[in-house]
């Protein structure tokens, strides 16, 4: 499971959303899991780079309406929502 650096967060910004970015195209294939901080997020779907606004801000309310953060990266022309995965 690769783990993200802290510093390596950027923010994808659309609508009113500011959702956590990474770059993931150093990584072949895109992760399943992925490590961050000390939280595991997991793979949830993936939406195109081109049209993405129509998408990502519906399935993102959706996960943050559940309680749940996300984090999106990015691996060449998709973006990839990754779902934290609760503590045990």
Avoid at 38 to 46: A, P
């Amino acid at each position: 499971m690769p783990t993200i650096r802290a510093d390596a967060i950027d923010v994808l910004y659309i609508e009113e959303l500011e959702l956590p970015l990474i770059e993931i195209t150093h990584i072949d294939p895109p992760p399943r899991t992925l490590t961050l901080t000390g939280k595991e997020y997991v793979f949830e779907s993936s939406v195109p780079v081109k049209g993405f606004s129509a998408i990502l801000p519906k399935v993102a309310r959706e996960i943050m309406a559940q309680g749940k953060e996300l984090l999106i990266g990015r691996w060449g022309m998709r973006y990839y929502v990754y779902v934290e995965v609760p503590a045990s």
